[in-house]
């Protein structure tokens, strides 16, 4: 049994603003205010929390779905990559995001989750709607 989870979150944001945020080394370092590089294109890689993290982006669907191929600096060396899947449903402005993270090496699944909670959905929270990306 492979272990993951899923999180959802509302940001006062339009889809397209953290879209490509996410996907620029710009926005993604002002978005969790640690170092990111980010090719925002399909089979380009990425690493964010200073190579912590790193993976490669798999499938693309403008401002709707971001597929990534994704580990962590403590992922044994024989366990496959993790996928995380968000999707992003906009209404008036505002934009629902659906984090579902599959394929976490065992033991390390609640980590991940208190992870994207605590370094991603927090600091971005506050920050979207400061960025000038659009």
Do not use: C
Request: proline share 4%; hydrophobic share 35%; net charge negative.
């Amino acid at each position: 049994m492979k272990n993951e989870f899923t999180l959802v979150v509302t940001i006062n944001s339009k889809a397209e603003k953290f879209y490509e945020a996410y996907l620029s080394s710009e926005g993604h370092t002002a978005l969790t205010g640690s170092p990111a590089r980010v090719d925002g294109t399909v089979d380009g890689d990425f690493t964010a929390w200073d190579g912590y993290i790193q993976g490669m982006f798999l499938e693309l669907e403008k401002n709707k779905r971001i597929v990534q191929a994704w580990r962590t600096a403590e992922f044994p060396d024989e366990a496959e990559d993790s996928i995380v899947e968000i999707l992003l449903e906009e209404d008036h402005g505002k934009t629902k995001l659906t984090l579902k993270h599959t394929n976490i090496p065992k033991g390390q699944m609640d980590n991940y989750k208190a992870g994207w909670g605590d370094f991603y959905f927090k600091p971005i929270k506050p920050k979207l709607s400061d960025i000038e990306l659009i």
